[in-house]
């Protein structure tokens, strides 16, 4: 069940009635689908649904526009497209609405979205990439509405750079850049900002881009003129309309119900984006919602009785319906047995799709059953454990949590005996816990051969006579190195082009490399990480610089909801091995201080973030990214840039491996943890307590997530017996997370002597100027004092309370 794409100029009645008959019995099977899975929802068997009914037509429409190596941006409500571009079966549907956990029946998401959440596969079962330009791409769906504006710019802007930079391998990513990127938005989500950042950047950038806004006047319950200014989005935006002197879009308005006229806007739209590659607007009008917005609850509270008249009348199947029949295309009785069969084709998919989800945990619970009836049988609680036996058996619909839940409550009734059928039943649930976790919790991180952590280790070497060089240099010179190594590397950001980033660590390679590889952009970070996100996506290399660590709050929402999850969220079918490059810590003043770690770092799992101490060690992260297949985070010291670092000579090959820590001094008495430019804080401390006989030893995380997969910290309070946490950001920060590390994952509590401590910036941003810092964050005496307090305790005698 496809769409046939709009190939020929002349074909005969049949050819056209035969194409027409296609296309209305896939909106029909689309609407069936929608209807039956709200039923799945209201009878219990799904959680949740949000479909594609009201919106089939010009999804057919777009899905004839649509061609290989083309790639998709989307929302929940794209389901009658996927299913004309042949990427979802009916069955697959069905699928998605149960959380069926095997990726060859629910291949979206293996079951880890709820149903309406759409993907293709881009990388194989290894994690390597298919052929993109033979098939047809979806990026991965994520739910927080207008989320998929700025990974469509990037999916965007990929086939320009595939187009104009030369030099790279294209092969399994583009054919001379001829490929579109479509986007669709509802049309409340185009209040968000980042529908209008998108927008603005797309003009500017001038990328094939097709966005597509379906308008059915409604964000759930809210009216459209709570929502756009003149209730009509292609009206405000007109502005952005080109013309004969100025770039700009193309902007077409069509209804919504309409067949022919929508098959003609959607060719338009096509040609002139993938040849020109001019960003298009198509905003679909007269959109209906036949079921309210979502199975949670009924438009019929919000819709007025003229409103669901006209729906009912403007729904785009019955007039497609109608159309076919006025334009004696085909007679009613078709249509009628038509719409039979695939009644009766959508209840078989469904059917099929149940017991495909259903019959593995039955036969799971066959397991578990046998086992508790032996333990019951074996055990003077039997009673007990035949209640949970039945219970369990009787359940219709069972899940994996009633069988756990019922087996490991089991076990609590013969604590305290010894037997074969106990031993058998422990081990089964381990084993099956172990089975099963992977289902719901792999991918996180690339699972192939290029996970970052295989990277190994490379040392920078030195001549003997080294010069000693600004960090910026070494960072310089490295990205120059990158760039000529790998052609399909590039870096863009605010001031990164023309003169090489704010503080040069780019300087003079926008001159060697192009200003399409080495660009500005606009104030628009959400966007920048945006086009990293979807250029990785095609399988380009990007560096998306953000220029400070306090602005990366603009970009953490599509850094956390989108970039950190497309791994986790495909289970393993898609990546966006995108480095984000920024600069941070101990600065000055509210918005300049660069140490909001701690929220980061909560809220960016599946992305790695790296904290190097300066420019070497940053360099080598970079290099190590280059050849690893993730997305990380590396924030550069901004304070140390103009230090001096010998220049290694192995420049673009020294690699600086992640998850590993450094001692970067040796003591005997306590152990001190940091990162980044605090360290050069905590080593004139180490200085000055070294003075009055305190020995501390140093450690720089150096990599926070993830975090000293060696252990080496414990190793180091194996010795030291006392550990303190010295970090910028505020209390329950980083500094709470990496102790938390500490104690749990390596369970240091056992050697410590002293209570761990903590040593963390005031709880409020840092106040601007020297005394401001001073009074904010950690300083060298509070430091000094901090571990000096610790000593006192330990003994008054040898370190007197010194205030
Ligand atoms: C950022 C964000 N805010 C709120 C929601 C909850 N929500 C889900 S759909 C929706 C309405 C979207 O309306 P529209 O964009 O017009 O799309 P439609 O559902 O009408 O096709 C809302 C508010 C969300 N998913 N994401
Ligand atoms: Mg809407």
Redesign the pocket.
């Known amino acids: 069940m496809k769409t046939n794409p709009n190939t020929k100029t002349e074909i005969t009645f049949e050819d056209f009635k035969a194409e027409v008959l296609n296309d209305y019995k896939l909106a029909v099977t689309s609407r069936e689908c929608s209807f039956l899975g709200r039923r799945e929802v209201l009878t219990g068997k799904a959680k949740f649904g949000?479909f594609g009914d009201g919106?089939e037509i010009p999804q057919i429409a777009w899905a004839k526009a649509f061609e290989n190596g083309d790639f998709r941006s989307g929302?929940?409500?794209d389901q009658t497209f996927m299913m004309a571009i042949g990427e979802l079966t009916i069955e697959q549907f069905f699928a998605g609405l149960y959380a069926n956990t095997d990726i060859k029946e629910e291949p979206m998401s293996a079951g880890r979205q709820m149903g309406g959440h759409f993907a293709t596969h881009s990388l194989d079962a290894n994690g390597h990439w298919n052929n993109l330009t033979e098939q047809k791409n979806s990026s991965a769906d994520i739910?927080?509405?207008?989320?998929q504006m700025p990974r469509l710019l990037g999916l965007a802007q990929a086939s320009k750079i595939y187009r104009e930079v030369k030099g790279i391998d294209t092969t399994n990513f583009s054919k001379e850049g001829n490929e579109i990127a479509w986007g669709t938005?509802?049309?409340?989500?185009?209040s968000?900002g980042l529908f209008f950042e998108t927008i603005n950047a797309a003009g500017v950038l001038q990328v094939p881009m097709v966005i597509s806004i379906?308008?059915?006047n409604?964000?759930?319950s809210?009216h459209a003129r709570h929502?756009t200014t003149k209730e009509n989005i292609s009206e405000i935006l007109k502005g952005f309309q080109r013309n004969g002197e100025e770039k700009g879009y193309e902007i077409f308005r069509v209804d919504g119900w309409n067949y022919p006229e929508l098959m003609d806007t959607y060719q338009r739209a096509a040609q002139i984006s993938r040849k020109e590659h001019v960003p298009v607007m198509i905003h679909v009008q007269e959109?209906t919602?036949p079921q309210g917005?979502?199975t949670s609850g009924s438009h019929e509270r919000y819709k007025d009785q003229e409103r669901l008249a006209w729906e009912a009348e403007y729904d785009c199947n019955v007039q497609m319906r109608k159309w076919i029949i006025e334009n004696n295309i085909a007679l009613d009785d078709e249509l009628v047995a038509l719409e039979r069969n695939i009644k009766k084709d959508v209840r078989q998919g469904k059917k099929a799709a149940w017991e495909a989800f259903i019959n593995p945990i039955i036969a799971e619970r066959k397991e578990a059953l046998s086992l508790l009836e032996n333990l019951a049988a074996s055990s003077p609680n039997g009673v007990f454990i035949r209640k949970l036996k039945n219970d369990l058996e009787a359940i219709d619909e069972p899940l994996r949590k009633d069988l756990l839940s019922a087996t490991r409550k089991a076990l609590r009734f013969v604590v305290s005996e010894s037997s074969a059928e106990k031993l058998t039943l422990q081990n089964w649930i381990t084993n099956y816990i172990n089975a099963i976790q992977p289902k719901y919790s792999s991918h996180l991180h690339s699972e192939s051969s290029l996970n970052a952590l295989n990277q190994g280790e490379v040392v920078p070497t030195y001549d003997a006579d080294a010069e000693e060089v600004d960090g910026r240099v070494v960072l310089r010179d490295n990205f120059d190195a990158i760039f000529s190594q790998y052609p399909e590397t590039l870096i863009f950001g605010e001031d990164a082009g023309y003169i090489g980033d704010v503080n040069q660590g780019l300087e003079g390679l926008q001159d060697k490399y192009g200003a399409l590889r080495v660009s500005d952009t606009g104030i628009r970070e959400a966007t920048i990480i945006g086009q990293g996100i979807g250029m990785a996506m095609r399988g380009l290399r990007p560096i998306a610089e953000i220029q400070y660590l306090d602005y990366i709050l603009y970009a953490l929402q599509i850094m956390s909801d989108d970039l950190a999850t497309v791994q986790f969220r495909t289970k393993g079918r898609q990546k966006a091995p995108l480095i984000v490059r920024t600069r941070g810590h101990r600065l000055e003043g509210i918005w300049h201080s660069g140490s909001q770690m701690g929220g980061v770092l909560n809220l960016v799992r599946g992305i790695h973030v790296l904290v190097p101490r300066n420019m070497t060690k940053a360099a080598g992260f970079y290099n190590t990214l280059l050849e690893s297949d993730e997305p990380a985070l590396v924030v550069e010291c901004l304070n140390g840039y103009r230090l001096k670092e010998k220049l290694p000579n192995n420049i673009g090959e020294f690699k600086t491996p992640l998850g590993v820590v450094e001692t970067i001094r040796e003591g005997d008495d306590i152990t001190l943890v940091s990162y980044g430019s605090t360290l050069r804080l905590v080593e004139q401390a180490a200085k000055e307590l070294q003075a009055v006989g305190i020995d501390a030893e140093i450690i720089d995380v150096q990599s926070l997530l993830p975090f000293d997969l060696n252990h080496d910290i414990v190793k180091s309070i194996t010795k030291t017996n006392r550990v303190m946490v010295i970090d910028e950001d505020v209390k329950g920060g980083a500094a709470a997370y990496i102790l938390n590390e500490i104690l749990n994952t390596q369970n240091a509590f056992q050697y410590l002597d002293s209570a761990p401590k903590t040593l963390a910036a005031k709880p409020h941003r840092p106040a601007y100027g020297t005394d401001g810092d001073y009074f904010s964050k950690p300083s060298v005496e509070d430091i000094f004092e901090a571990v000096y307090d610790v000593m006192y305790e330990l003994s008054p005698m040898d370190f007197p309370k010194l205030r």
């Open positions: 949000i919106k929302y929940y409500r739910s927080p509405t207008a989320g938005i509802g049309n409340a989500s185009t968000e379906w308008d059915d409604y964000g759930i809210v929502q959109l919602q917005h979502s």
